[in-house]
């Protein structure tokens, strides 16, 4: 069968159906409902007040935060997903449909659950392991992955046992984290998550008591005569207590349980007494051993007990006067902390990016749909799609800067989140210039493909964490880190758009000289532009550097990572000029410089050499090769005769760029 | 002459030597794991050749360019193009100032690479320094103490004493015979005398290599030695340390610097990071390190300094704190780092004479490509605005039939 006959005879453009007019808008509409849906905070159904719990702002990693925050950010560290699924049995045993009923147990609320309930909570499936070699280890079923506390508590101290001499020696650098085995790596980790939940389990009161109110009720009734006594024997000159004083002894008493819950609690959730002094928060047992010296307990302290003995008792109506007093309390003192927190609080249930993510998803289908029926319809859903993805995706950005206070990319996290903001930029871009649903389909998938990988390094902690002291520049993050990431964005939008050129001219007969054409125009501007904010950005990182410590280049992985880009630009740019490639050159020589990207961007944090690498990646390490082979095979296909090129092949069908300037006709391989 | 001339102005050499460019960078950036990243920069971008030969042999072949060759090679290659090609039009002015800015840049690193000199001032919380220390070089220090007030102090680097089998110097009437030289040491007790290991040069960034010679001083009346010079018996932490690991075989005597008396004057041997004295004094006031609440992430650091210059005067207070140096006599003054539990600052201290070349190659650069890159822009949207017959969307309907 003749393709290119039969979309000849297709090409008399039939008039629009009604439905193919509206169809596009309603789509959108659709997605925008779906959206706005979720940007209420999820209404729990019981009877307490959670999300009004989950904006009480905290301090922890050196920031204030709604609880929220804590309890997404601890979930996704043990579990690596916000939520919790209720059962009572492990998921793996769940069948399809039990599992897809199965209650979904927001984070705060398993928070709760885990700092007042604990022997329930201990039953939830909420450890991730893994590594095989760590289930044998510790006898766990190996066709599981997901383990409650009360499975892996028996195991901790061996766990501990493994664990502590690998963290001392980690911390007298004997040995770098990236030299560690899988398995040691492993033991780390749950350790690590062991710990986390224990902390978390002493957050809110100390474990084993039936009423904390009460608790403190003694504790303060022994406070008063305690300090007296132990007063009065320090001015008759007695070295030695009298432990056989019963005051002391209850003092005493308590000094050593809170000693224990100081060290044990998590978050710092008791805000300072003297709220000039803004940043001097507490954990609770810090805070109730600063009451055995002045002899006072914060009001926090015991708005807490009351909302974690409601909570633990199951009385919502306690629950929620004592979460609404201790609001009113806060709002007078600390409202602007309230504030922030509820601002945190709205962009947690808001989930930007996450949503971006189904949106770009579609728009992409939608995109490809378009090179099948050809029909304008297919396209404006994809571009109205895409421009509603990009409107969530700019919020989201916007939101985070407005929240952090920061310029938008601070860590790899936020790179990745702009890296797929800045492509898909380009793409509306491209797609306004050229209406094919090229610019469209590649501003979707980068984008889709960009967010998957913010959501994967999300799950290593909190996203906004302080930043070290020589990056606490909003000037150089805001112009150097902006304009590399930019530099990114734009040669992975060159590499992505080679790829249409090498798959739809190879495997389909899509590839017509107009689109080819096209392709090669979008991919030079393209590339102009990756050589401009990759060596402006470049340029700027080395007159930061010079800034910071004195010297402007100095090798540095990072910095190196940058110049390969650069260089990798100027060489295409160069190529091009000098007509040592055409176009099908130009697309290989593009494919390629979405490894040299990758590397830049994630292969130099992989060497863990260099000051500024964030962190060893076992996972990214495995895709990051899968990623650079599939280039390989692209960049092998490129150079591929074209008489296996399906858009090529057929004498008749034209070549690719026979219509361009006379340097750039004909279709030889790289070489001319 | 003329096909020289073709090959030092063809794109195509340009378009190699990128490609070499890349490779070396990527190799360059692999073998810091190994290698560290002093080594890699001697190796690989700071030379000509990059050398290998089996381990354990001296047997070496050169197996790719270096730095200095791959640079030298497109700097010719930029220079020669573009006055084989220059032509003064709005059209070419882009690329004209582009390729001005890169030389410039190119240039610019070399003299920074042959002039700048880095180094260390590590000041107590009120101490002062007039000095500034190497962090990688040494010297041999010899003191002249007769005076009772001032010391004569002549100083040989490190890389004189590696290279060369008898030091003289006109100050001194004597010459220094250097009998051997440990690039890195380690110190060992043999009996009651502290001897020195030689050791593997050690690379990782953060790493120092310890120095340690035996020399003999040779007069003309004979000669006194060998002593045994190195850091560890000079510096208080390199001391401390010993005196940590021999713990009870520890004598304060073992560490003492070795001297001699000749012709009425008494001289001690001391081997020390290479100091770069200054015509000013700076005061530690106070070193503060900062830490978000609740974490042990650093926030900042900063340390207040009084700068003291009798010369001129001066008598200020400065505060250096992260992003923030002090730029002051031809040098800058970055935070660098800080001494154990906060007890003292550790300033970089770089003189670079050519700093400021980069940020006018960068401005040249930049505003090369918007020029160039936005020519195009404009002329592509015009064409397109003008000639919409021309170009229509790529895949419509319209233009696949025009395509058979």
Known sequence: ?672 | MSNILNFFTSLRLTVACLALALGLVFIGTLAQVKLGLYVVQDQFFNSYLIWWGPAGSNFKIPVYPGGYLIGGVLLINLIAAHIKRFELSRKKIGIFVIHAGLILLLVGQLVTQLFQVESFMTIEEGGSRNYSESGRMSELAVIDKTDPQTDLVVAIPQPILQHRKEVAAKSLPFKIKVDSFYDHSIPELAGSKLLFKQEALRTSMNARNIPAASVTIETDSGNFGPFTVSNWLSEDQLVSDIATSFESRFAPNLVAPPSFKYKGHEYQLFMRPIRYYKPFTMQLMHFAHDRYMGTEIAKNFSSRIKLLRPETGENREVLIYMNNPLRYWGETYYQGSFLPNDAGTVLQVVRNPSWLTPYIACALVGAGLVIQFMSHLIKFARKRSAGSAGFQPAVSPVSRQAAH
């Open chain 1, 1 to 672: 069968m003749n393709k290119t006959k039969d979309r000849k005879n297709s090409a008399s453009k039939p008039p629009e159906k009604s439905w193919q007019r509206w169809f596009p808008w309603a789509v959108t509409i659709i997605m925008a409902l779906w959206v706005i849906s979720g940007m209420k905070t999820e209404k729990s159904k019981s009877a307490f007040q959670i999300d009004e719990f989950a904006k009480i702002p905290v301090l922890l990693g050196g920031r204030i935060q709604p609880f929220d925050s804590v309890a997404r950010n601890a979930l996704l560290m043990l579990r690596g997903k916000s939520r919790v699924i209720v059962a009572d049995r492990p998921q793996e045993e769940l069948g399809f449909l039990e599992l897809s009923k199965a209650k979904q147990m927001p984070a705060i609320e398993w928070l709760l659950e885990v700092m007042t309930r604990p022997e329930d909570a201990e039953k939830r499936y909420v450890f991730r392991i893994d590594n095989l070699e760590v289930l044998n280890d510790l006898k766990l079923p190996e066709n599981r992955k997901y383990f409650s506390f009360a499975e892996l508590k028996e195991g901790w101290a061996e766990v501990k046992k493994q664990a502590d001499p690998l963290n001392e020696k980690l911390q007298r650098k004997e040995v770098e984290e990236k030299q560690l085995t899988a398995f040691q790596r492993g033991i780390l980790r749950l350790n690590t998550q062991l710990g986390l939940y224990f902390q978390l389990e002493n957050s809110l009161r100390p474990q084993n008591v039936s009423s904390f109110t009460e608790e403190l009720q003694v504790f303060q009734q022994s406070l008063a005569p305690g300090l007296a006594a132990l007063q009065k024997m320090q001015m008759n000159g007695e070295m030695q207590p009298d432990v056989e004083n019963g005051s002391v002894q209850a003092v005493a008493r308590f000094f050593h349980r809170y000693q224990v819950l100081e060290q044990a609690a998590y978050p710092l959730i008791i805000p300072p007494d003297d709220p000039a002094k803004r940043d001097h928060w507490l954990n609770i047992g810090a805070s109730l051993m600063a009451s055995i010296r002045s002899a006072q307990i914060s009001p926090a302290v015991w708005a807490y007990a009351k909302m974690a003995d409601a909570y633990g008792d199951n009385k919502s109506e306690d629950f929620n006067s004592a979460v609404t007093e201790y609001r009113n309390w806060l709002s007078g003192p600390f409202a602007s902390e309230m504030r922030k927190t509820a601002k945190e609080d709205f962009f947690n249930a808001y989930e930007p990016f996450i949503k971006s993510i189904s949106i770009y998803l579609l728009a992409f289908l939608f995109g490809c749909a378009f090179w099948i029926n050809w029909s304008p319809w297919t396209r404006r859903t994809a571009f109205y799609l895409l421009l509603l993805g990009i409107v969530l995706h700019t919020s989201g950005l916007i939101f985070r800067m407005y929240i952090a206070g920061r310029p938008p990319v601070t860590n790899l996290y936020s790179s990745a989140i702009f890296v797929g903001w800045g492509a898909g930029i380009l793409g509306i871009i491209l797609e306004r210039i050229w209406k094919d649903g090229i610019g469209g389909v590649t501003a979707a998938a980068v984008g889709v493909v960009t967010l998957i990988i913010a959501h994967n390094l999300s799950l290593s902690g909190d996203t906004m964490e302080m930043l070290q002291a020589v990056l606490d520049t909003n000037i150089w993050l805001a112009t150097h880190v902006v304009v590399i990431t930019l530099g990114y964005s734009s040669m992975f939008v060159a590499g992505f758009l080679a790829m249409l050129y090498i798959v739809r001219g190879f495997f389909t007969t899509t590839l017509l000289p107009g689109a080819a054409k096209a392709l090669s125009r979008m991919v030079y501007g393209i590339v102009c532009f990756a050589t401009l904010f990759s060596f402006v950005g470049t340029i700027l990182g080395g007159i930061w550097a010079d800034q910071s410590w004195g010297r402007f280049w100095g090798w540095d992985p990072k910095e190196n990572g940058a110049l390969i880009i650069v260089i990798w630009c100027a060489l295409i740019l160069h190529a091009r000029w000098g007509g040592l490639v055409r176009e099908r050159g130009l697309m290989a020589l593009c494919i390629f410089g979405n490894i040299v990207t990758a590397f830049s961007w994630f292969g130099v944090n992989m060497l863990g050499v260099g000051l500024h690498s964030y962190g060893w990646m076992d996972q990214a390490f495995k895709w990051l090769m899968a990623f650079d082979f599939s280039q390989l095979v692209l960049i092998g296909i490129a150079l591929m005769p074209l008489r296996y090129w399906k858009s090529f092949k057929s004498p008749s069908a034209p070549r690719p760029a026979a219509a361009a300037s006379p340097g750039l006709t004909g279709a030889k391989p790289i070489t001319a």
